[in-house]
């Protein structure tokens, strides 16, 4: 049973998730001054926090994602910038060769870091504001296979699109992501109310 200091907590996070989804449809135009109010208190009583994500292949987060068949909880990030993630953070973002597929990688830096490279012929650089560098966890796969930053160079932070939270492998293998400790703080709550296994399971793909 969820305590009610539990409910506080995830209350908090979903008018935090509420008031950011608002304000970026007001930045964007969608929403005028006067329905900012509404847009707010609708965002609250509807939805949920989370969506499950199905992954098609590949082992590049092995072993902390295995790969194909494997169901994840994504935690919703409205507006990715360094107060939603942080480093250590294992996201799903957009595929820079196919908008319509998505990456899991782990969040390695983000703005302001700067990056060194083993290669003493590269000129080490400082990600700029929005930029993001992601890394698979894979250390077995060659910098080309694992398709992250290595490949891609800096991504943009916009393209992240939500915070893994929870990998169902089986319907006995299954547990949370290890995320930075800041954010399993943070998520919970949001797992404590959310996270159905019976639903994941029934749900996962093969």
């Known amino acids: ?27 964007r135009g969608q929403i005028a001054n006067t329905e900012f109010g509404d847009s ?31 169901t994840l909880l994504i935690r919703k990030i409205p507006i990715p ?17 196919n908008s319509e597929n998505y990456l899991v990688r782990r969040l390695a830096a983000i703005e302001g870091n700067e990056m060194v490279s083993t290669d003493e012929k590269d000129e080490p650089f400082v990600l700029e504001k ?32 939500g915070r ?12 949370p992501v290890e995320n930075s400790q800041f954010s399993l703080r943070r998520d919970l709550p949001v797992l404590e109310v959310e996270l159905d296994v019976d639903e994941m399971a029934r749900n996962q793909k093969t």
């Open 81 to 97: 910038n360094p107060t939603h993630v942080f480093v250590g953070d294992v996201v799903l973002l957009k595929d820079p060769d």
């Open 1 to 27: 049973m969820v305590s009610l200091y539990t409910w506080f907590r995830y209350i908090a996070n979903k008018l935090e998730y509420s008031v950011s989804l608002t304000a970026k449809g007001y930045r």
């Open 130 to 161: 929005d930029e993001c560098w992601v890394l698979s966890d894979n250390e077995a796969l060659k910098s080309k296979e694992a398709k992250d930053s290595r490949t891609y160079g800096p991504m943009s932070m916009t393209d992240i699109v």
């Open 40 to 70: 707010i208190w609708r965002n609250l009583l509807q939805g949920r926090l989370t969506h499950l994500h199905w992954i098609k292949g590949g082992e590049e987060m092995a072993p902390t994602i295995q790969g194909q068949g494997e």
């Open 164 to 175: 893994v939270v929870y990998c169902l492998r089986t319907a006995v293998d299954h547990g």
